[in-house]
């Protein structure tokens, strides 16, 4: 279908790695319209093409797979990052999380997991290896504890608005959402575009934080 013809670009430095992930990504009907091996390349190269989805691997040369996450999302708040790496250490995690991932594999997930991932992540979903997610969501917790800026009043959120935060905030995917409220999904994605909008955040990890602050996820 056309409309599956997302526009990607994979940056890793290992050039077999780089092209068997590209080419898995291509077969599964993603376009995949740059591939880079540096941060420094795949800053150029996004600016260039312009990708929905970068697929990333957090050790790359200088810049890192973090510098090069926090400068697309500052350029393009739109885009999607999805960190594919060797790494499934805590701080790389959460180092990659704080600059706007949205999502977070292990180089052992299997072509289906990276597929189904990319998927997700481009619709606004976030995606985590399984037993990183609650990690995730355990330092969001943590960082909610300590006193931080004043949050922004969520008497400006629509009951239905906040109805869907709350889901947000326990880790349901936009489908799930939908199912639960008998909502398209295109309906609650525009719920959740309105809520960042009106909180002043980018992304579904900044509202996923926000959520829990406020004790939404109870």
């Known amino acids: 279908m056309e409309e599956a013809r997302l526009r990607l670009m994979v940056v890793d430095d290992h050039p077999m790695w780089r092209d068997a992930v590209a080419k898995d990504l291509e077969a599964a009907g993603f376009a995949v319209v740059a591939t880079a091996a540096t941060g420094t390349e795949a800053i150029t190269r996004f600016r260039a093409t312009r990708p929905q989805v970068i697929v990333l691997d957090l050790q790359i040369p200088e810049p890192g797979g973090v510098e090069v996450t926090g400068t697309v999302l500052q350029e393009d708040p739109s885009a999607r990052v999805l960190i594919l790496s060797a790494s499934g250490e805590q701080d790389d995690v959460l180092e990659a999380v704080k600059a706007g991932a949205t999502g977070y594999l292990v180089k052992s997930a299997s072509r289906d997991e990276l597929i189904t991932a990319v998927r997700r992540v ?97």
């Open 122 to 218: 481009s619709v606004g979903d976030s995606v985590f290896t399984p037993g990183l997610a609650g990690l995730v969501l355990g330092e969001f917790r943590r960082m909610a504890q300590d006193p931080g800026p004043a949050t922004l009043p969520g008497e400006q959120l629509t009951e239905r608005e906040t109805e869907v935060l709350k889901m947000v905030a326990k880790g349901m995917s936009y489908k799930q959402i939908a199912e639960r409220l008998v909502l398209s999904h295109r309906t609650v994605q525009n719920h959740v575009q309105n809520t960042l909008r009106k909180l002043q955040l980018h992304n579904r990890v900044e509202l996923t934080r926000y959520a829990i602050e406020q004790g939404l996820d109870e």
